[in-house]
């Protein structure tokens, strides 16, 4: 297999949680930085690689695009420690990856895009509001399983906890107090302790280091 | 194993993908309806199913429940010719299940559920307004791809089909003029033509059917 290629946003949750399993699976990879505020991620050569004009893409060969941040944390994580093989608890992980994907991200990572990246919280301060109510329900979702439970399945590290973690442990920088749910604060502390961990904005170690 | 029991409610599209492939792999279950209009999926009892509140939910076990549609696909249908074996070709239906739940759904069927569901056009004028453009850009993708495939992944029909069919097929119903994507029209037409399809709103046999 050649190296793999990640087209990526350095500030970006989605792109976050394939850098952060990547670090913890000790693969090294190529980061393509591709500044989506700049329309990077809407040029004819960028859509020929996703049409659906998002990042993260990894180029696994070359030529050969996946997209889908939840999809990449699944064909990377398959028969590894990150993704259980049995049946019914890998089927927990894919219902919490969907979870994420739809009752989660698009409140409070939005929410965070809105106010931390483009940096525009009087401009979006209607939207901003709307966000709120379905946030907080997608942390108290969690707040509840993880009161009786140190992981999202199983009891250990999977890509669920992965997916999950990439935006709510910034959930501050859209506004969500976290205060409220600590079980989520304690799991947060958890995700941080595990091996190979990374922050959001951790530029990987070049591939060829260079030395004076 | 349990006879599968599904909690679902009938115009539901996240529920029909679940009873269109439990149809096509012939495999018997339990219909149970949840009418979410009246709260049904907001009682105490439903919501120690799914904390999160939705159908489809799946009762593999008598007190094992999967939720989330799109996981619920893919429990059923590992291991068989519903969803490909190999690596790259089994992460492109996941990203095609993401992108439905994310750039799909919330735009399609939230329309089709206020107009037809709730026949609430008028009230819901200006959030339907806003659901248009990037609904048309998610039919836009899948009529590109469509353009030059017969299916969504490896020309064959999988989970990937299914998932996006549900909602598109009724698109008119949620405001969205289908005539103008004929390769999307071809494709739906090759999927009616499957073995085992069933409509949206038909109801499965009864698991023992009354003779007089």
Same mark, same amino acid.
């Given at each position: 297999?050649?190296?793999?290629r990640?087209?990526?946003?350095?500030?970006?949750?989605?792109?976050?949680k394939?850098?952060l399993?990547?670090?913890?699976?000790?693969?090294?990879? @190529?980061?393509?930085?591709?500044?989506?505020?700049?329309?990077? =991620?809407?040029?004819?050569?960028?859509?020929?690689?996703n049409p659906?004009?998002?990042?993260?893409v990894?180029? &696994?060969?070359?030529?050969?695009?996946?997209?889908?941040?939840?999809?990449?944390?699944t064909?990377?994580?398959?028969?590894?420690?990150?993704?259980?093989?049995?049946?019914?608890?890998?089927a927990q992980?894919?219902q919490?990856?969907?979870f994420?994907?739809?009752s989660?991200e698009?409140?409070?990572?939005?929410?965070?895009?809105?106010i931390s990246?483009l940096?525009?919280?009087?401009?979006?301060?209607?939207?901003?509001?709307?966000?709120? @109510?379905?946030?907080?329900?997608?942390?108290?979702?969690?707040e509840?399983?993880?009161?009786?439970h140190?992981?999202? &399945?199983?009891?250990?590290?999977?890509?669920?906890d992965?997916?999950?973690?990439?935006?709510?442990? &910034?959930a501050?920088?859209?506004?969500?107090?976290?205060?409220r749910?600590?079980?989520?604060?304690?799991?947060?502390?958890?995700?941080?302790a595990?091996?190979?961990y990374? =922050?959001?904005?951790?530029?990987?170690m070049?591939?060829?280091? @260079?030395?004076?």
């Amino acid at each position: 297999m050649e190296t793999l290629r990640l087209y990526d946003f350095l500030p970006s949750g989605n792109g976050y949680k394939i850098r952060l399993l990547l670090s913890q699976m000790g693969i090294p990879y @190529e980061r393509i930085e591709v500044n989506i505020l700049k329309g990077e =991620s809407r040029t004819p050569e960028f859509l020929s690689k996703n049409p659906n004009g998002k990042i993260p893409v990894l180029e &696994v060969d070359p030529g050969k695009y996946l997209t889908e941040s939840n999809a990449i944390l699944t064909y990377l994580s398959e028969y590894t420690e990150f993704l259980p093989y049995d049946r019914f608890l890998k089927a927990q992980v894919f219902q919490w990856l969907f979870f994420e994907q739809y009752s989660h991200e698009p409140y409070i990572a939005t929410s965070r895009f809105w106010i931390s990246i483009l940096g525009k919280a009087e401009e979006y301060q209607a939207a901003l509001a709307q966000k709120q @109510e379905p946030g907080y329900a997608a942390l108290s979702v969690m707040e509840n399983h993880l009161q009786s439970h140190l992981y999202f &399945v199983g009891d250990r590290y999977t890509i669920a906890d992965i997916a999950l973690f990439a935006y709510t442990h &910034v959930a501050d920088e859209g506004g969500f107090d976290l205060s409220r749910f600590p079980a989520i604060q304690r799991w947060i502390g958890r995700v941080q302790a595990q091996p190979g961990y990374i =922050s959001i904005t951790h530029e990987p170690m070049p591939l060829e280091a @260079e030395f004076c």
